[in-house]
């Protein structure tokens, strides 16, 4: 039985991680069909000559980094404020949005901004795009700090508290520190989910805040193309990179 | 109680974002779209009177009883497919010794990678032009290209691809916390390995393969973009139903209502296990 077992284990990564190996080697192909014509790297120079794809890029860069610090930050208070008394409605909601189909949340959130434009003078842009992330973030870092937070010792905090610490204090300089790898594993999680969103953000994203994601379904809509594969390829490389850094910060 | 009021001033400011947050952000649009969809479509794609219920009424039209009904068969398969990969990968897993990790995060690392990325590596395999029929026209086994791409199948793979993790992580959790005794037990008593898998653990897994199927089932019953890429518009499911009323037919009171019912469809799964969950508990 081990031996079966071993070898479906195999077909199912093989089937796993096969197609994105697949993609990533033909980023390096010559030719712009999928036919295997020798290696070259002009794929790659061909991403950065293009200027509508820098700007996507820098766009999801900017959205990312500034709704995960909003996101963390609002995520860890929450947890904790939770995990001192729990509070039914804010934790329902927050699970309500994790099962939310963003197909919904997209349409939501496009219904909210278009109906604030009646009394607001804005318009969709970096902002709401923004605002959107944040809100489908919080979720995902509350979660992983609760779970930082199950291990930790309510004792230490009364230590703190007993030696004249005040109860801001004792979160500041005793719980937050503790922590730490459980909030940077929570940014790094809330930094992939909203780089990667495509479906949420083409709702509330205006005409001059297109995402990377945004510019790959286009490219990937109008047809096969190894500039697709080169990106790709980085992509999967930044974020391996970004679980590799959270793995060694979580065990250090 | 002179400190506890100390925390709970604490507790209320911490609160605070996520609490604004939450309710401008999820509730109030939430709220907007249950209102939109109790309204009447106007002239251009614009909202109007009078208030009605017709819009539900619509949603038991034949035409999209058969994308909800599609949907369920969809995310159904999808989740069955999923236990049927992900139980015997996550028993793997637990039995791998000290490359267990290592396994383990070879499931979770796909989850990291783009999901955008993931479908368009499936294209790219499947499309007329893509790796599979361009290899098996080079070798003289077809002529013309196969369809591999727009139809169910490509769909339902996709959705497996995208959730399988999902399937594997909770089953992993039952199995590791399963005592290797009782396994050992079924055996001095004489059951084979596979009967004893099937009679002793495979029950015993129940709460993991039920938390698995819900956290496959639940995403791919409102799934957008996996079925409007590898679907290719022939594979209509709720969540493109939704995404079609918002721009191309622009009847966002249609739209809303179809939102609405996915919601309360999600909800009530949620709610059911929730409770079957308790039961269990007790």
Redesign the interface.
Same mark, same amino acid.
């Given at each position: 039985m081990k031996r079966s077992l071993a070898i479906f284990a195999a077909a199912v990564y093989l089937f796993l991680h096969l197609p994105l190996a697949v993609l990533a080697i033909f980023s390096f192909n010559s030719s712009r069909f999928t036919v295997w014509q020798g290696f070259s790297l002009h794929w790659y120079a061909a991403i950065f000559q293009d200027p509508q794809l820098a700007e996507s890029a820098w766009n999801s860069v900017v959205i990312a980094l500034v709704a995960t610090i909003l996101s963390t930050a609002a995520g860890t208070l929450c947890a904790y404020g939770l995990w001192k008394r729990g509070s039914k409605l804010l934790s329902g909601s927050l699970y309500l949005s994790l099962v939310t189909p963003e197909i919904v949340m997209g349409i939501s959130l496009l219904a909210l901004f278009q109906w604030s434009f009646r009394w607001l003078h804005w318009r969709l842009g970096l902002h709401t795009v923004i605002l959107a992330h944040v809100a489908f973030s919080i979720a995902y870092v509350v979660i992983v700090v609760a779970a930082r937070l199950r291990t930790f010792s309510p004792a230490l905090e009364e230590a703190a508290l007993d030696l004249g610490a005040t109860e801001w204090q004792a979160f500041r300089y005793v719980t937050l520190p503790a922590l730490l790898p459980g909030i940077i594993a929570a940014a790094l999680l809330a930094l992939t989910v909203s780089f990667d969103d495509y479906v949420i953000t083409s709702m509330v994203a205006g005409v001059d805040s297109e995402t990377l994601p945004m510019v790959i379904y286009a490219m990937a809509r109008r047809g096969s193309s190894p500039v697709i594969n080169a990106i790709s390829a980085l992509i999967v490389v930044f974020f391996g990179a970004l679980v590799l850094i959270s793995e060694r910060v979580r065990e250090s | 109680m002179k @400190?506890a009021s100390?925390?709970? !001033?604490? !507790?209320?400011?911490? /609160?605070l @974002?996520? !609490?604004i947050?939450?309710a401008a952000?999820?509730?109030?649009?939430?709220a907007?779209?249950i209102v &939109?969809s109790l309204l009447t479509r106007g002239a251009y794609g614009g909202l109007g009177q009078p208030w009605t219920l017709e819009n539900y009424q619509r949603l038991f039209d034949p035409l999209y009883l058969e994308i909800v009904l599609r949907s369920f068969l969809m995310a159904a398969a999808t989740t069955a497919v999923c236990l049927v990969?992900g139980f015997?990968?996550a028993?793997?897993?637990t +039995?791998a010794g000290p490359r267990k990790n290592l &396994?383990l995060?070879? *499931?979770?690392?796909?989850f990291?990678?783009?999901?955008? *990325? +993931? /479908?368009?590596?499936?294209?790219? $395999?499947l +499309?007329d032009? =893509?790796?599979i029929n361009?290899a098996l026209q080079?070798l003289g086994l077809i002529h013309d290209p196969l369809p591999l791409l727009y139809n169910n199948g490509a769909v339902l793979l996709g959705l497996v &691809?995208g959730y399988?993790p999902f399937m594997v992580l909770p089953i992993y959790a039952t199995l590791e916390r399963l005592d290797p005794a009782l396994e050992e037990a079924a055996a001095d008593l004489g059951a084979k @390995?596979?009967p004893a898998?099937l009679h002793v653990v495979l029950p015993l897994t129940a709460p993991g393969l039920r938390a698995g199927s819900i956290l496959v089932f639940? @995403?791919a $019953? =409102?799934?957008?973009?996996t079925p409007d /890429?590898l679907g290719g518009g022939r594979t209509v499911m709720?969540?493109n139903l *939704?995404?079609n009323q918002?721009t191309t037919a622009r009847d966002?009171p249609f =739209?809303?209502a179809i939102?609405v019912g $996915?919601?309360a469809l999600? =909800?009530l799964i *949620?709610l059911l296990m929730l409770r079957s969950e308790s039961e269990t508990l007790v």
């Open positions: - | @400190p100390g925390w709970d !001033r604490l !507790r209320a400011w911490f /609160l @974002p996520a !609490r947050w939450m952000l999820f509730a109030a649009p939430f907007i779209v &939109y990969l015997p990968l028993l793997f897993i +039995r &396994y995060q070879l *499931v979770i690392l796909p990291w990678t783009s999901f955008l *990325v +993931r /479908l368009y590596a499936w294209l790219f $395999l +499309r032009t =893509g790796l361009t080079h &691809y399988l @390995p596979w898998l639940i @995403p $019953l =409102g799934a957008y973009l /890429l709720i969540g *939704v995404q918002f966002w =739209g809303a939102s $996915l919601m999600v =909800g *949620v």
